[in-house]
């Protein structure tokens, strides 16, 4: 996955790690991925979101976050979906296929609606080293 700082965000994205954030008090790990787009139904964000989803899914499973990240690798993960607008009925179905198959890898998917700013999860570090977070 190319590094956040360097290259676009969001769900049209997806070899791009939106944001990865340590919730210290859930003591688990949070990579966050953004839409601001209206969910239309139509297939290329549907598209998008399934590849990025699978680009999360092998970040984490395949090793490169544990490599990235090592002091997190024991740490329970969570991906959210950041999104400024309630997905349709389509994107939610595709949601509650993904959650299923990742919960199958002890990771869990929730979809948050945000105000489409690209700001990392309250309360939590980015890890992205811009000083802005904490870890």
């Not at 290259?7 to 003591?27: C, N, S, T």
């Not at 329970?76 to 939610?92: G, N």
């Not at 700001?119 to 939590?124: A, H, K, Q, T």
Request: charge should be negative.
């Amino acid at each position: 996955m190319v590094p956040e700082s360097i290259a676009p965000k969001g769900v049209a994205h997806p070899a791009v790690l939106d944001a990865f954030a340590y919730d210290v008090r859930r003591d688990t790990l949070v990579l966050a991925m953004y839409e601001t787009r209206p969910w239309t139904g139509g297939e290329t964000q549907l598209f998008q979101l399934q590849e990025k989803l699978n680009a999360y899914a092998s970040f984490i499973l395949d090793g490169e976050m544990t490599d990235s990240f090592p002091q997190h690798a024991d740490k329970p993960v969570e991906i959210q979906l950041r999104t400024k607008h309630e997905p349709d009925e389509v994107a939610l179905r595709l949601l509650a296929s993904a959650r299923e198959q990742l919960a199958l890898q002890q990771i869990r998917l929730e979809v948050i609606l945000a105000d489409g700013s690209d700001e990392p999860p309250s309360g939590e570090g980015c890890g992205c080293g811009h000083g802005h977070c904490h870890e």
